[in-house]
Nanobody
Framework: QPQLVESGGGLVHPGESLTLSCTAS????????IGWFRQVPGRERERDAV??????????LVPDVVDGRFTVQRDNKKNTVYLNIKDLNPAATAVYFC??????????????????WGRGTQVTVSS
């Protein structure tokens, strides 16, 4: 069973930046689009990815959810996808999940397209 593991979350202050990692074990992550999703406190996990990176490296943002402060990139040698978030504010407090879409090569934003999920990493933005 392919596994995804997120890491890099923690407590950060407003205005700081953070990089989250999504690492796969036992299978090549670069074959698949990887989406990052979030679940804010008290709510269900959002249905659309905040950002996705396609199997060939192109990225897509959900423009009504996030802005250019969120970027995503791959390191295929490390079998890892990174989510970089700049200028964090308390509204970014959430559990962040990465997920792989094994049936596509381009990004699809909806969570139903993704069949492999990590367990999430908590990001808390507070002064």
């Amino acid at each position: 069973q392919p596994q995804l593991v997120e890491s890099g979350g923690g407590l950060v202050h407003p205005g700081e930046s953070l990089t989250l990692s999504c690492t796969a074990s036992g299978w090549p992550l670069d074959f698949y689009p990887i989406g990052w999703f979030r679940q804010v406190p008290g709510r269900e996990r959002e249905r659309d990815a905040v950002v996705c990176i396609s199997s060939y490296g192109g990225s897509a943002l959900v423009p009504d959810v996030v802005d250019g402060r969120f970027t995503v990139q791959r390191d295929n040698k490390k079998n890892t996808v990174y989510l970089n978030i700049k200028d964090l504010n308390p509204a970014a407090t959430a559990v962040y999940f990465c997920a792989a879409d094994s049936l596509a090569r381009q990004c699809r934003p909806e969570d139903g397209a993704y069949d492999y999920w990590g367990r999430g990493t908590q990001v808390t933005v507070s002064s």
